[in-house]
């Protein structure tokens, strides 16, 4: 591993858990429900120099993926943070090796570690940016677009953040909804960046109704099928001109390998939280980088933790397509964050303070807070 992503080691004291339920400013609506509030962990890592942040992004239901908001609190609980506090003093690169043995649970991981890297970053004055090797100081900001009530509303909703400024727009589909509401968003604003996401709605025996797709020159078609339809979704893109992307697929490095190996994607969507955390991200984008394969930073309708890390993560070099990094505005009135991330000419800044450059707004955080733990060696 390249010495930029080095950093000093840690004692870690403690292990603060919290499930927030922060309200979203709209319903939120995929091909597997509908949210109007963003259920998260968040994960404070206490050293004698001061905390680190993190955010785990499951969900309160197993949903989009089998994690979710209880078996991240037990897991953690039960397992990871202890690992972590037995082990005391570490450097936030041998944190993934102290967790291996723990089977899956990659959200409630990935968030621990984040607090960790975050911690050891503060206490150096090094910015979370410069330690996984980002070259922007502004990323490409795309916006994700939820399932609405008819195409016709959709195009209003689209409308209101191509004027806000967004560069990319990604429309969520299903079955039943994917070819007028594709079409009208196409006819209503011409040749703008345009790509859906089907969340894994989707089976081969769609093939057809996923290929009309291709009359619309999107820029990729996001996870038409199941996690585990590697090969299926080799024979699908085979037969798509639109490029296939995939997200929940890729649940580590490995997966990322195998998909590539396979031809089930072409596109590789990166969720830090999905594959285990900001280090094995690196990993992605460095393989997918090798392979000349394009990726972009996904979103989990992050906090203002969680979205500093990733507009972090997309100002690496590989990240060629924009991503799902939007104001903060775009989902919450208030974030738990003192400066939320804003729009600025389509993009938003990369942070450049120490760690995760972002300051937690204590009353906020103390405001939607609905459970929390203080776990110690
Ligand atoms: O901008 O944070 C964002 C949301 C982007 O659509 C988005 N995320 O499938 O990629 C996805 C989807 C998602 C959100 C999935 C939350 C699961 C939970």
Known sequence: MPLTRAAAPVTLDAVELRVLQIPLVSPFTTSFGTETVREVIVVAAE??????????????????????????????????APALLERRAFAPEEVPGILRPFVGHRMAKAGLELAVIDA????EGRSFGQYLGAEKDRVPSGVSVGIQRDPAALVDVVGGYLDEGYVR???KIKPGRDLADTAAVREAFGSIPLQVDANS???LQDADTLAELDRFDLLLIEQPLQEDDLVDHATLAARL??????DESIVSAKAAADALALGSGSIINVKAGRIGGYLEAV???????????????GGMLETGIGRAANAALAALPGFTLPGDISASARFYEHDIVTEPAVLDDGHVRVPTGPGL?????????????????????
């Open 283 to 297: 990993a992605v984008h460095d393989l997918c980088r090798d392979a000349g394969i394009a990726v972009w930073c």
């Open 169 to 171: 727009i990604k429309i």
């Open 201 to 203: 709605a989707y089976t």
């Open 120 to 123: 050891a970053l503060r206490a």
């Open 47 to 80: 050293t004698p120099d001061g905390r680190g942040w993190g955010e785990v992004v499951t969900m309160a239901a197993p949903l989009y993926s089998s994690e979710y908001t209880a078996s991240a609190w037990d897991v953690l609980a039960r397992y990871v």
């Open 241 to 246: 001109r639109t490029p296939v992307c995939l």
């Open 357 to 377: 450059g972002v300051e937690i707004d204590a009353a906020a955080l103390e405001r939607f807070t609905v459970r929390r733990e203080r776990l110690t060696r």
